[in-house]
C-alpha cells in the first residue's frame, strides 16, 4: 500500500522523482537502428585574420580564391563543398 503525499510539494517531489526510474526512453525506440558513426569534422587548425580596409578583404580573396561577402564569418581552406542532404531520403532495404 503506497503512502500518500502529506503535501502538494511532496507529490510533485515524488512525480519528478519517477521520471528517473523510468530509465533511457530512446532506448526502446533506437532497437535493431542501423550504427551511425559521426567523423570528426573539426578543422586541424584555425587562424583568426583582422583586415583593415576592404580592399584588403578582397585582395586576401583573390590570394586564396574564395569569395568573401559581408556576411561570411568563417570559411575553410581548401574551399569546403557543401553536401546538401535535404532531397535524399533514406529507406531500409528489408
Known sequence: MSQEPKTEIDRA??????LF???EAWQNEWQGMPEFVQEDQKPYRSVVVHF???RDVQAFAKLIGQKITSKCHVLWYPEAVRADY???LWVDAE
Request: a negative charge; aromatic letters at 0%; zero cysteines.
Open 13 to 18: 517531489d515524488r512525480e519528478q522523482l519517477s
Open 86 to 88: 535535404s532531397q535524399q
Open 21 to 23: 526510474d523510468k530509465g
Open 52 to 54: 583593415e580596409k576592404e
